[in-house]
Each structure stands twice: as structure tokens, then as C-alpha cells.
């Protein structure tokens, strides 16, 4: 039968015989891991702890100090539900009921549930909970699985696809409930501490809105009731900071029915969204990208020799059509336009690294029941930027913009934490040359001190991706700003350079973008500081509260002064008293309000109050400014006149 190397997180290999299980390896390193796995980690696939091992692999055991414990804790708890609801609603139908990264979801139909049902079906998930179920792995021949799924057509779709070369099937069972699954599972259901349903929302049978349309629920677990406290506790915070609620009382974008996923942005917004293109635009001249633009539309035939045409087709995010036999689309991405731009004539080494950088609009069709305000659209414009370097300069373009990022979400007051992405199973190009990618990107982070987690087979078709994580107020991951090292595109375009050996050569592609895109960035930011805006990005940085209408020539005269330094005024000019004005104006969020009555003109002065409610009177305009335009240019992230 021979053997298999198990290669272990710690580097160290392990020869075991081929068909032994994840759980046996667990033995064999030691009895007390052996008695403590709970499932395990197969080159990236978290997998049943009785999974065989049939070839060499990278492996990593599971327990429950395991971070991927608790994808295992959620997936037993999505069990959990679906027993739960089928002992109230016997009629329901089980489709499926995967982990995710806030709990579990399970799409369901057959009977129709609104939010005010989830309360009795989670009482009744308390007390599988409480009865401390065995959850079991069974084997069942096809014959009798199909059998079991004789009436529900989704677990049958499931049989004949995801599981057709399974013989027998795995499910699992707890009390008298069975499910088709893979697992892995917890022992029993009693390791659930904490379990909440959340939601309820449409789905679709395998996401395509041309099948049929399902219920799905959202649930979450934890090991422990204090650790579903404290997350029901952030998102309730969440829920008050969602962006959407906000871009509304903010008067920031909207996203109407005739254009769904695509932003308009108001006024309000758009100061927002310029000051964030100005900002990059400087970043983008100090990291020496030149600013293109290249179109919307163009022929589907510019996208197909990068492989994007058909993985974008096959995907169904592509928006394509034929007009006079000729196929045109909407462009999903950048980078083949801007490889144009570098062919369009001959390339010395000298004249590498070629920087372009593009506020490009692209559009991509995602589901509609996956389209969520500003963090999932269709329509969306990066802060795209593409270098060609040669060989040598791989890892200091790299690093530059590793650098960039760091200073870059510091201005936001975000953390970052980086995810190196690995090549998938859709991977194009050779193992050699996603390995000196990988490798490349890989140092750069190490040379700058920077710790990462690997994601293992998660990288994009062409090459691995450095993803930077930015963690928000509330301690929530976004990924926004990401760096690509890309063999493959200058391969498949026949994109050259003349060396100093006066032959020709490959350069290598760095597709980067800095925040993103804007509209998810917004989204984030919008929610990390709860629309309370730095100075220098807030829609209206000051606004003046004239007490009684005898002093609008005084506040417009202050105004006129500021808008003479560039700051966004306004001047509240309704017959409200003063204390509805500042009420206006906290509930708006403005960073700074002046109050000006018959005292402060008679005298020259202003009377400076900030969005936290302190205030200081008979302040000198002249005096005002200066540290005004100083916390603007500097990028403070709170307003600090008045500390």
C-alpha cells in the first residue's frame, strides 16, 4: 500500500501508511493530541478527523485551543438548527448549512418563516443543546441515501454532484435527526455554549437566481455564553453604525432600484470620495505611478488571452453581449487595458519599473441577494495601480507599497494585519513560477517585519496575492488593499523588454490598489468612525450657528474667511433657537460648530464648540485657522482645537 509524507505546521515530516486518518497521525505524535483532535487541516481543507490521507500533504491537527475549532463548533450548531426546526416544522426542507466566518447560515424551504419565528426555534435548539447529543458519523450505501432524499430534490442535487463519487455517503446524526455531510462535527452538541439565530434573509438554490428561491437563516455560536454576549454586544454596535443607515441620515449616497449595485453619490459623499482620489492621487506620484484612464467598453476578445474572459464567463460576473456579430463587455478589471498602455512601444531595462495607476470603473455581476450598500456592488471604481518590473526589482516594488499601505491606513487609525494567498486549484501558469511569485511576496513582508497568515489555495488564477486586513473600531476584519506578483499576464500577452544583453524579456506584473475600492472603502470607514469624519474628509468640516437672524452678515462674513482657507462652511440659517442648531448640528456629526450672537460680534470673536461637546468663548478668528488648516494637513483622525 505504501506510505505517505505528512508534512507538520512545525516543518517536520512524518511517514505514515497511506489510508491512515487524520486522528491516527494525532496518535502517532502523541497519545494526548490523539485524544483531542477534533478534526483536522489537510493542505488548506478543514476535514473530519477521520479523513484518510491518501497522498503527501501538509497537515494540521485540530483541537479545540485550534482557531479552526470554531468553524467545526459552527457547522455542529447549523446542525443543531435544522433539528430544531424540524421539530417544530416537519414540513421543512434542508438544502444546505455551511460555517461561515460570524456563525452559520442554512437555507431552507417548505415553510415560510419570519424573524418573530426564530425565537421559538432557538428555544427549541436550547434544548438539543442542553440534552448534550452524540453527534455521529454514519456511512450509508447511495441507494439509501437517495432513498432518505426520496421527497427533497436539493440533497439530492447534492448526491449527484459534490458527493457523486462517494460510495458509501456520509451523514451525521444526532438523537433521532440525520444530515448529508462531510463534517467535521464537535462530539456532541453539548460543547455548544452559546447559540443565537440572527436573521432571516432570500437565497437561491446554488446562488443562481434563475433556480429556486430558498429561505436563509443566519445563526451563530460559541463555545462559551460570555463569547456570544460579547458578539451580540459588538453587533449591536454594528447595527448602529451600519453604513447604510448612516449614508441616509449623512446624506451620503444612495443606491436606487433602476441601478442596483451601482452607487450615486450625493454631494455630501462625493467631498468625501474626492478627498480620498486626492489623497491617493499624491501617493501614487510619491510611489511614481503615472494616472491613465482607459475605458468602460471594450471588445470581450482584449480579455481572453488573460484567461479573465472565461473565468469572469464562467462565473457569471461578467456583463458581455454580441452587437454586429462582435461581443463587447464591460470591463471586470484593469490590468489588461493598462498592459495595452505598456505595449504600445518598446521597453528598455532602463525604462523599468513602469508604473500606471487608474481610478477605473468596473462592473461585475453579483448576485442581487449578495448586493449590500456600498461593501458589495456591481459597479465600483479602484485605486488600481499596475507595475511592470524586471526580475531584480520584484521584491523593492513590492516592499514600497507594503510601506505605502502601512502609512496609508495609520491616517485612518486601522490596523492592519496581512494575509498571504496561495495558489488554487484554478491556478494558471507552471509550479515554478507561482512559487517564485509566492516567494517573492513572501519576502517582502518578512523583510519588513510584517506578520501574516497564509491562506492556502485562495489566491487568484494568475498569481499570489498579499491581501491587507484592515481591523476597524469595533475589531472587525475588511479586506481592502491588496498587491499581486503576476508572471502569467506578461507571459500570455508576449509583453517584453530589451535587457542589457540586448535580448528580449519577461517583465513581471505587480497589480496593486491601495484602499480598494471606494465605495467598499467608504463602507468601512463610514462604520469605523460612525460618520464622525476627520476634519480633513468631513462632507462639512464647520459649520456657523448665528444666534437670531441680526447676526447672518457676521457668520457669513466668518465663513467667507474660512472658505478663503478651503474648509467646507456652512451657515445654519433656519429660525430655530440655537439650542435645535446645536443639536442639528451634533446629530450631523460636523466636526466643529461656531455660535455667534450679539456679544461675539460686537467683540470679533467666536465662540468654538466640537462634535464632543466641549466649547471655548471669545476665541479670535485669526487664532482659529491656523490650527485648523494644521489638523487638516496632518490627517488627525479627531478634532483637537479644543484640547
Known amino acids: ?295 468602460e467598453l471594450n471588445k470581450a476578445e482584449l480579455w481572453k488571452p488573460t484567461g479573465h474572459y472565461d473565468a469572469f464567463k464562467q462565473e457569471g460576473e461578467m456583463f458581455a453581449w454580441e452587437q454586429d456579430e462582435t461581443e463587447y463587455g464591460l470591463k471586470p478589471m484593469n490590468c489588461a487595458n493598462h498592459a495595452h498602455l505598456y505595449d504600445r512601444e518598446t521597453r528598455s531595462y532602463r525604462d523599468l519599473p513602469v508604473r500606471f495607476s487608474e481610478f477605473g470603473t468596473c462592473y461585475r455581476n453579483e448576485q442581487s441577494g449578495e448586493l449590500s450598500g456600498l461593501l458589495r456592488v456591481r459597479g465600483f471604481t479602484q485605486d488600481d495601480g499596475h507595475a ?79 491581501g491587507a486586513n484592515a481591523i476597524d473600531a469595533l475589531g472587525r476584519e475588511w479586506t481592502i488593499g491588496t498587491v499581486q506578483t503576476d508572471f502569467n499576464i506578461p507571459e500570455r500577452l508576449d509583453l517584453t523588454y530589451v535587457g542589457e544583453d540586448n535580448e528580449e524579456h519577461r517583465p513581471v506584473m505587480i497589480h496593486r490598489a491601495l484602499l480598494g475600492t471606494f465605495e467598499r472603502f467608504m463602507g468601512v470607514i463610514t462604520e469605523h468612525f460612525n460618520g464622525k469624519f476627520p476634519l480633513w474628509l468631513a462632507p462639512e468640516q464647520v459649520r456657523i450657528l448665528p444666534i437670531s437672524d441680526d447676526n447672518l452678515g457676521y457668520a457669513h462674513r466668518v465663513k467667507n474667511d474660512l472658505e478663503a482657507d478651503g474648509f467646507r462652511v456652512g451657515v445654519e440659517d433656519r429660525s430655530w433657537t440655537i439650542g435645535k442648531k446645536i443639536q442639528a448640528t451634533h446629530e450631523d456629526r460636523v466636526p466643529y460648530m461656531l455660535i455667534l450672537g450679539d456679544d461675539e460680534e460686537s467683540a470679533g470673536t467666536i465662540s468654538v464648540r466640537d462634535r464632543k461637546e466641549r466649547e471655548r468663548n471669545g476665541v479670535d478668528p485669526e487664532t482659529f485657522r491656523p490650527p485648523l488648516r494644521e489638523e487638516r494637513a496632518e490627517k488627525r483622525t479627531e478634532p483637537d482645537f479644543l484640547d
Open 388 to 466: 511592470l518590473v524586471r526580475p531584480d526589482q520584484l521584491r523593492d516594488e513590492i516592499v514600497r507599497v507594503l510601506r505605502a499601505i502601512e502609512d496609508i491606513y495609520a491616517n485612518f487609525d486601522l490596523d492592519v494585519e496581512y494575509v498571504l494567498e496561495t495558489k488554487g486549484d484554478n491556478a494558471v501558469g507552471s509550479d515554478e513560477i507561482w512559487e517564485t511569485a509566492t516567494d517573492a511576496l513572501r519576502s517582502a513582508l518578512e523583510s519588513e517585519g510584517l506578520s501574516y497568515s497564509i491562506d492556502a489555495g485562495e489566491a487568484a488564477f494568475y498569481g499570489p496575492k498579499i
Open 1 to 295: 500500500m505504501g506510505d505517505v509524507v505528512v508534512t507538520l505546521p512545525d516543518g517536520s515530516e512524518l511517514e505514515v501508511e497511506r489510508g491512515s486518518t487524520v486522528e491516527d497521525v494525532a496518535h502517532e505524535i502523541g497519545p494526548g493530541l490523539g485524544r483531542d483532535t477534533v478534526a483536522g487541516v489537510v493542505d488548506g481543507d478543514l476535514v473530519d478527523a477521520v479523513t484518510p490521507l491518501t497522498e503527501d500533504c501538509r497537515l494540521e491537527i485540530v483541537t479545540e485551543d485550534s482557531d479552526e475549532y470554531l468553524s467545526v463548533l459552527r457547522h455542529s450548531a447549523a446542525h443543531v438548527f435544522a433539528q430544531a426546526l424540524q421539530r417544530r416544522y416537519p414540513e421543512a426542507k434542508l438544502t444546505i448549512g455551511p460555517w461561515t466566518d460570524d456563525g452559520f447560515y442554512y437555507d431552507i424551504t417548505g415553510v415560510d418563516l419570519d424573524e418573530a419565528d426564530l425565537e421559538a426555534i432557538e428555544a427549541e435548539a436550547e434544548e438539543i443543546i442542553a440534552a448534550d447529543y452524540d453527534i455521529e458519523r454514519e456511512l450509508v450505501d447511495r441507494e439509501a441515501a437517495f432513498e432518505r432524499y426520496a421527497d427533497n430534490p436539493f440533497k439530492r442535487d447534492i448526491l449527484e454532484t459534490e458527493a457523486a463519487d462517494e460510495d458509501p455517503v456520509s451523514f451525521y446524526r444526532q438523537d433521532g435527526f440525520y444530515d448529508l455531510c462531510q463534517g467535521p462535527h464537535v462530539e456532541s452538541t453539548g460543547e455548544i455554549g452559546g447559540f443565537a439565530l440572527l436573521e432571516i434573509s432570500a437565497a437561491y438554490w446554488r446562488g443562481d437566481e434563475d433556480n429556486e428561491s430558498l429561505t436563509r437563516v443566519y445563526g451563530t455560536a460559541f463555545p462559551t455564553g460570555a463569547e456570544l454576549e460579547e458578539y451580540l454586544e459588538q453587533r449591536r454596535q454594528a447595527k448602529e453604525r451600519d453604513h447604510r443607515r448612516l449614508g441616509r441620515e449623512l446624506d451620503l449616497f444612495s443606491v436606487p432600484d433602476y441601478s442596483p449595485g451601482c452607487v450615486h453619490f450625493h454631494p455630501n459623499g462625493m467631498a468625501i470620495r474626492r478627498e480620498l482620489e486626492e489623497y491617493i492621487r499624491t501617493q501614487n506620484e510619491q510611489l511614481g505611478y503615472e494616472e491613465v484612464w482607459t475605458p
